[in-house]
């Protein structure tokens, strides 16, 4: 038994109806409370009718009565309002407050599903019956994990805002920095804007060169020698701007090309940002009044230096091939990047019209296309657009992937 059940049993009225404490009183719930994920009482301002005295105040759980002294309750103050103590098993007579054992009093089989869920080895739990919960259950369900994932982004949003003294600019530029990278290259790509702010980009927004330059040079790839005259150009630009804005340089080690597509590797990425980042003079301000998501997409429609159509590496010819960013890694900065701060900027200024507007975005999208949502396409799982793969993103790795079950609207719809 766990205390997650038991608190999974009371916020959804589970339990028996003719409920007595250890005492003989009868114990009839009105109110189960809010669900406190702070410190104290697991559930705050219940509304409990024990014997003929109506209750108000909080209820603590735990699997064994015993268990209110181990965790030293009888000494911490934030526990002298519990009015009831709702146990598995009441292993103990010293307690004062009124104790519900409720051992006995729920459907045992919802406890072995549960249990079976926890120890199954299958990609998710519920895969054998996920494709079969109920239409409106499960787009409800997606509707609230949405919104739930965008309420995680708007958090690190507003942590970034914060460091850059609320300049939502700088915030757009770091967020686009780390999802140009892919899964593999994101944490590389968030360090080198750290270490490049937008403020010195801008003042060379006009020269291409100096910008690549800046980009290749900070992010450590100049630090060799070249026999190439694009590259030795490169490396003559950084080796002044390095000395005037008093630049660092990353080290190699942070780049990674192992098992990524030649197309998707940093150096590539990096001359797609570089290009980028000359349509990037007030992008943030232009952005929030675009309303459709073509006009959105042609602000990153760019042409990367035609010294990387014959490479993909420096001093590496290939064969040609045009580099520039596709519609699917467009529409993966939108998704990632262009959303969640837009959002955000919403919630800052109660802007409601830019939210609604920001989550369309979602709704007109195509999925995404990765391992997580190839995987639920083949349990049966229909995905229409990227606000429902976004809500799945959320949902395998918050929920299925920790066997959060008892939080999860699956899991509740086979009782």
């Not at 735990?62 to 519990?82: I, K, L, P, R, T």
């Not at 369900?141 to 309420?151: A, M, P, T």
Request: aromatic letters at 12%; one cysteine or more; charged letters at 25%.
């Amino acid at each position: 038994m766990k205390e997650d059940f038991i608190y999974y049993l009371w916020e959804n009225r589970l339990l028996s109806k003719d409920l007595t404490t250890v005492d003989g009183e009868t114990v009839y719930v009105i109110s189960v409370g809010v669900r406190n994920y702070d410190s104290g009482p697991d559930f705050l301002d219940a509304r409990i009718r024990i014997g003929k005295t109506l209750w108000v105040g909080h209820v603590e759980m735990h699997v064994n009565a015993s268990d209110w002294f181990c965790h030293g309750h009888q000494n911490d103050d934030a526990y002298n309002n519990v009015i009831l103590h709702v146990v598995y098993h009441n292993d103990t007579e010293r307690l004062a407050i009124p104790t519900l054992e409720i051992k006995g009093k729920f459907d045992e089989s919802i406890y072995e599903r549960y249990n079976g869920f926890l120890k199954s080895r299958r990609w998710i739990p519920c895969e054998k019956i996920i494709a079969g919960i109920q239409q409106f259950t499960w787009l409800s369900w997606l509707e609230r994990i949405v919104v739930e994932r965008l309420e995680t982004e708007v958090k690190d949003v507003f942590s970034k805002l914060v460091a850059n003294r609320y300049d939502w600019e700088e915030t757009l530029y770091q967020r686009i920095m780390r999802y140009c990278g892919l899964k593999v290259n994101n944490d590389a790509f968030e360090r080198l804007a750290m270490l490049l702010p937008l403020k010195i980009l801008r003042k060379h927004i006009d020269n291409p060169l100096q910008i690549e330059a800046l980009f290749f040079g900070c992010a450590g790839f100049l630090e060799c020698e070249f026999t190439e005259s694009y590259p030795v150009l490169l490396q003559r630009e950084f080796k002044v701007l390095k000395a005037k804005f008093n630049l660092s340089v990353m080290h190699l080690a942070y780049w990674r090309f192992l098992r990524l597509r030649p197309p998707n590797f940093p150096t590539i990425r990096l001359a797609q940002m570089a290009s980028m980042v000359r349509n990037f003079d007030k992008l943030f301000s232009k952005l929030q009044t675009i309303s459709d998501l073509d006009s959105m997409r042609n602000l990153f429609n760019v042409e990367v230096n035609e010294y990387w159509d014959t490479h993909f590496q420096f001093e590496k010819p290939s064969r040609l091939v045009r580099k520039n960013l596709g519609v699917t890694a467009v529409d993966v900065l939108i998704i990632n990047a262009i959303v969640p701060v837009l959002f955000s900027y919403g919630i800052y200024h109660d802007d409601q019209e830019l939210k609604n507007r920001t989550l369309g975005l979602l709704n007109v999208m195509e999925p995404e296309d990765n391992v997580i949502i190839r995987k639920f396409l083949g349990l049966g799982v229909s995905v229409c657009n990227a606000q429902q793969s976004q809500a799945l993103l959320h949902l395998y790795n918050c929920y299925c992937r920790k066997r959060n079950c008892l939080k999860c609207r699956v899991f509740s719809a086979l009782r």
